[in-house]
């Protein structure tokens, strides 16, 4: 019993430790340092291990590592004024004025050969009288299961509001799920063109894209934009933490302020590569296709491809599925 109690104890310290290790080498901003750093807790509770008795000396030495781990934790604070990479240093502002949907900051980037991006920002105005559809984009940057998600609201048959749920990175900082996990970026809304945010991911980056259109009333499109617009605004003035699993682009898109998910449908939140398949067994994605015909017709690669930077991208990108549908 002795050793099966000592055995937890040690799996308890190895686990809390590694964490504590993790969430220092993902706030520092030198590599050097992040290593050098992130090894101390490893060192302390090593040679605290291998020198003292494991009750109570080491564990005391854990337990003081574990408080003053937690009171830095709780002292971080999200924050809006960082030196933010490119695409993520202007954060939209939005206005309802009557039935017009005012977007500044309207993110419009144009890409060289190389894929650097050309900053650009604009205004637009969405009449609200015209929202009529919402597509749901899944862009599969690692793998079958690990997708970006995207939405983009159509007004009329000519205008589309892509809306991108991202982690807030700065200059230093490249994008680590599990560095999501450990309040390492801010959470932010993009607004924009999807020659921009789709052509991204299509044509730069070369990600396996599908666009599915999502089956929704037209009070819960008009809901679903205005709780959108409500967050945008919290944001600007109260910054919130990313986080890879609770408050991540797929969660902040459908499930924040909105009703909880089944329970047989976490798995597919978490792993949102497969979240299309679950919206299609929840009746969002239309029945007449079973979901293979309907996941083969919404991959919009070559589309994507032939159509650039063209001006009506966004109708190029739909006009086989129109059809087909």
Request: net charge positive.
């Amino acid at each position: 019993m002795i050793i099966f109690l000592w055995l937890f104890i040690t799996i308890i310290i190895a686990l809390t430790t590694a964490w504590i290790a993790l969430a220092i080498h993902f706030h520092v901003r030198r590599p050097w340092l992040r290593y050098v750093l992130s090894s101390v807790p490893l060192v302390i509770m090593g040679a605290a291990l291998l020198a003292l008795p494991i009750f109570p000396e080491a564990l005391a030495v854990w337990f003081g590592l574990v408080m003053l781990a937690i009171a830095w934790w709780f002292s971080l604070r999200p924050k809006a004024n960082r030196d933010w990479a490119i695409g993520m240093d202007v954060l939209p502002q939005v206005e309802i004025r009557e039935n017009g949907l005012h977007v500044r900051n309207f993110r419009n980037f144009s890409y060289t050969e190389n894929g650097k991006p050309i900053p650009h920002y604009e205004k637009r105005v969405y009449d609200l009288r015209q929202l009529s559809s919402i597509d749901y984009f899944l862009s599969h940057w690692s793998g079958p299961m690990i997708a970006h998600t995207l939405v983009s609201f159509g007004f009329g048959d000519q205008q589309y509001l892509c809306v991108s749920v991202e982690a807030r990175r700065q200059k230093w900082q490249k994008y680590s799920p599990v560095a999501g996990l450990f309040r390492a970026y801010e959470l932010m809304f993009v607004l924009g063109d999807e020659r921009d945010i789709v052509r991204l991911r299509t044509n730069v980056r070369h990600e396996k894209v599908y666009l599915y259109r999502v089956r929704l009333p037209s009070k819960n499109l008009r809901r679903l934009l205005l709780d959108y617009v409500s967050r945008i605004e919290k944001l600007t003035d109260q910054p919130e933490w990313y986080n890879s699993v609770t408050s991540n682009c797929t969660t902040n898109l459908f499930y924040q302020g909105h009703a909880n998910a089944p329970c047989w449908l976490m798995p597919r939140i978490l792993l949102n590569g497969l979240s299309a398949g679950a919206m299609y067994q929840l009746g969002y994605l239309g029945t007449q296709l079973s979901f293979e015909e309907l996941q083969a017709r919404s991959d919009i690669g070559e589309r994507a491809l032939e159509a650039g930077d063209a001006a009506n991208f966004s109708q190029e990108i739909r006009s086989q599925r129109v059809k087909k549908e």
